[in-house]
């Protein structure tokens, strides 16, 4: 099984990276490929909602030239995801709502969905890591829910989450053995 790792902080020793290495290893213990991808190391415009909104996303791809093209057709070569942001004002980064954004229009209208989209039955690990004063993770985990929930249909009962982890500088200690634990698990229970 291979599960693409997404991180969005500008930090990379911080406490996001630390949740993506905890994911890392949960993967690898379970003998299945991590493929990382830092967000913020790349180039993704955000979406010009063109052509009265929908451009050619209805086709599953879009018309800005950068890198955001690259890592969609990647996550249609993985069997699972796990997102791992930052808690910025009680919600994704930037460069996660960025890239987001675009994702969902590409994935969640109707003909994607039809067709098949690169997301949709594939489980997911949602891990907010607030660094500061560790609020905000619940209306970011519930904004990251609705994310997936678009491009899966809007189907609440066979969305094939897996789990959703709130982590603070207060609870890191315990809770990257639970990422890790969880990242162990999805790829043990596919």
Not at 18 to 31: L, P, Y
């Given at each position: 099984?291979?599960?693409?790792?997404?991180?969005?902080?500008?930090?990379?020793?911080?406490?996001t990276e630390s949740c993506a290495r905890a994911a890392k290893k949960g993967i690898e213990n379970g003998n299945s490929k991590a493929v990382m991808v830092r967000l913020n190391d790349l180039n993704i415009l955000k979406c010009k909602a063109c052509d009265q909104g929908w451009g050619i996303c209805l086709k599953g791809t879009c018309i800005l030239e950068d890198d955001f093209?690259?890592?969609?057709?990647?996550?249609?070569?993985?069997?699972?995801?796990?997102?791992?942001?930052?808690?910025?004002?009680?919600?994704?980064?930037?460069?996660?709502?960025?890239?987001?954004?675009?994702?969902?229009?590409?994935?969640?209208?109707?003909?994607?969905?039809?067709?098949?989209?690169?997301?949709?039955?594939?489980?997911?690990?949602?891990?907010?890591?607030?660094?500061?004063?560790?609020?905000?993770?619940?209306?970011?985990?519930?904004?990251?829910?609705?994310?997936?929930?678009?491009?899966?249909?809007?189907?609440?009962?066979?969305?094939?989450?897996?789990?959703?982890?709130?982590?603070?500088?207060?609870?890191?200690?315990?809770?990257?053995?639970?990422?890790?634990?969880?990242?162990?698990?999805?790829?043990?229970?596919?």
């Amino acid at each position: 099984m291979k599960v693409m790792v997404l991180t969005s902080s500008p930090n990379e020793d911080g406490l996001t990276e630390s949740c993506a290495r905890a994911a890392k290893k949960g993967i690898e213990n379970g003998n299945s490929k991590a493929v990382m991808v830092r967000l913020n190391d790349l180039n993704i415009l955000k979406c010009k909602a063109c052509d009265q909104g929908w451009g050619i996303c209805l086709k599953g791809t879009c018309i800005l030239e950068d890198d955001f093209e690259k890592v969609h057709e990647e996550m249609g070569e993985v069997d699972g995801y796990v997102v791992v942001t930052p808690v910025y004002f009680g919600d994704m980064s930037e460069s996660a709502k960025t890239f987001f954004d675009r994702l969902r229009r590409c994935e969640a209208n109707r003909l994607m969905r039809e067709k098949g989209n690169k997301i949709h039955n594939k489980p997911f690990i949602c891990v907010a890591a607030a660094g500061g004063s560790g609020n905000g993770t619940l209306s970011c985990l519930t904004n990251m829910e609705r994310v997936f929930l678009h491009m899966n249909n809007m189907d609440y009962t066979n969305m094939p989450k897996f789990d959703y982890i709130g982590v603070t500088q207060r609870n890191k200690e315990y809770m990257l053995k639970a990422i890790e634990s969880s990242a162990l698990n999805l790829v043990k229970d596919q």
